[in-house]
């Protein structure tokens, strides 16, 4: 398996453009995680999945972030509309119950 | 919360010297899982030791796990600069059914 794979590696954008971040977990993997990371708020989860379908949001800042799992292979994190205090570096993670999760290399988002 | 914390917040050593990093703990729990992050990457996993084991190791690594103090402990010997990163710990519960969350870390400066 390649790994948790995340697209893009990095993205660019103005404020009120909307932003989608993709990820594809490890196949076989029961949980998938969404954090976010930034030099203040260190790394924070976001929302996570089991088995398709999200157990918790309570991370998620505002109503202008929302996530999807449509199948166990793609999850989708969208943020609309953009603002600067998104910028941060946006991680997925995936891994079987009770076991080490495995990361993506990040996408790091920057709206200007 | 099953969010792990990590002592000290920093740490510089020299070249060759062991750098012990602390975690604690708040709940009951499955296994304790140590992840590395080099500068603006994913974190890696380095080692999970549960909750019925009390000492791990993995090459120049050694996991301990206190369980009555809920504490863990990650001792790297004869440090490398390349060990310079941050070092996080995560707790999942017996459920299973937890997220890994956590703590803001022990930056690691290995001085060549």
């Known amino acids: 398996d390649a790994g948790v794979i995340q697209s893009p590696r990095h993205e660019v954008t103005e404020m009120g453009q909307e932003v989608t971040l993709r990820c594809k977990p490890i196949s076989g993997h029961d949980y998938l995680f969404w954090y976010r990371q930034t030099m203040m708020r260190g790394l924070e989860l976001l929302i996570y999945f089991n088995n398709n379908v999200p157990i918790d949001d309570s991370g998620m800042p505002e109503d202008r972030f929302s996530a999807k799992m449509p199948n166990a292979s793609f999850s989708t994190l969208k943020i609309q509309p953009s603002e600067p205090r998104d910028s941060a570096v946006y991680f997925c993670?995936?891994?079987?119950?009770?076991?080490?999760?495995?990361f993506g290399q990040g996408t790091r988002l920057t709206v200007v | 919360s099953q969010q792990g914390e990590e002592d000290p917040q920093a740490l510089s050593i020299q070249e060759g010297e062991n750098a012990t990093m602390n975690c604690s703990y708040k709940?009951?729990?499955?296994?304790l899982q140590w992840y590395r992050q080099n500068s603006g990457r994913g974190l890696v996993h380095l080692i999970l030791i549960r909750s019925n084991e009390r000492e791990k190791h993995s090459g120049r690594l050694r996991v301990t796990l206190d369980t009555s103090k809920k504490s863990s402990s990650l001792l790297i010997t004869a440090s490398r600069a390349a060990d310079t990163a941050s070092y996080f710990c995560?707790?999942?519960?017996?459920?299973?059914?937890?997220?890994?969350?956590f703590g803001k870390g022990t930056r690691l400066s290995v001085i060549a």
């Open positions: 993670a995936s891994r079987p119950i009770r076991e080490a999760a495995f």
């Open positions: 995560a707790t999942v519960l017996n459920s299973g059914n937890t997220p890994l969350v």
């Open positions: 709940t009951s729990i499955n296994n």
